[in-house]
Nanobody, 116 residues
Framework: QVQLVESGGGLVQPGGSLRLSCAASGIFIFSIYTMGWYRQAPGNERELVAAITSGGSTNFADSVKGRFTISRDNAKNTVYLQMNSLKAEDTAVYYC?????????WGQGTQVNVSS
């Protein structure tokens, strides 16, 4: 059974930073999966924040370019989202997603609140 477990969320002031982690376990060859971070704010649809392919290529939502970075450590089966210069509008539940061909896995999410 594959599990994706996010951690690192919490409350941070505007302008602050957080690093989210997503650890994968189970029958899951982490290195071949494209890993992504998504977020969903109340009343909004879930949206892509950032993704990283098995080869290390990355893409970001326009709203986070220059502020967020995504990275992966295949030896640890973990993907990270470094979030800097956080804004109130970054407040959301952040989800980790792994995809490979027709396979797709989601984590349970971690809450990020940006507020003074």
């Amino acid at each position: 059974q594959v599990q994706l477990v996010e951690s690192g969320g919490g409350l941070v002031q505007p302008g602050g930073s957080l690093r989210l982690s997503c650890a994968a376990s189970g029958i899951f060859i982490f290195s071949i999966y494209t890993m992504g971070w998504y977020r969903q704010a109340p009343g909004n649809e879930r949206e892509l924040v950032a993704a990283i392919t098995s080869g290390g290529s990355t893409n970001f939502a326009d709203s986070v370019k220059g502020r967020f970075t995504i990275s992966r450590d295949n030896a640890k089966n973990t993907v990270y989202l470094q979030m800097n210069s956080l804004k109130a509008e970054d407040t959301a539940v952040y989800y980790c997603r792994g995809t490979w061909r027709s396979r797709e896995y989601w984590g349970q999410g971690t809450q990020v609140n940006v507020s003074s």
